[in-house]
């Protein structure tokens, strides 16, 4: 078993920057791949930004140049720095943790930017 905690969440002017940040316990040995996905009102749940163990990544085409991601393995987290933030940004934003058997969610934490 995986638990995974997620802060940072937060209310956010257009042009603005957040950090999200994942914890993880439990079960960490097993986790291969780290990320965040979000969810906006009315729409599917959709891939924000994904990190492996080694540290390659791989981004939504949507926040390529303007979201970072970046893990520290010997912490077990996971970070989302968020620049130049736009109104279709809005999400709940939510860490996964993929081990070879299981998929784990955070609660989600809620990014709202404002125009």
């Known amino acids: 078993q995986v638990q995974l905690v997620e802060s940072g969440g937060g209310l956010v002017q257009a042009g603005g920057s957040l950090r999200l940040s994942c914890g993880a316990s439990g079960s960490t040995f097993n986790i291969n791949t780290m990320g965040w996905y979000r969810q906006a009102p009315g729409k599917q749940r959709e891939l924000v930004a994904t990190i492996n163990r080694i540290g390659i990544t791989n981004y939504a085409d949507s926040v390529k140049g303007r979201f970072t991601i970046s893990r520290e393995n010997t912490k077990n987290t996971v970070n989302l720095q968020m620049y130049s933030l736009k109104p279709e940004d809005t999400a709940v934003y939510s860490c996964?943790?993929?081990?070879?058997?299981?998929?784990?969610w955070g609660q989600g934490t809620q990014v709202t930017v404002s125009s």
């Open positions: 996964v943790a993929v081990t070879s058997l299981h998929n784990y």
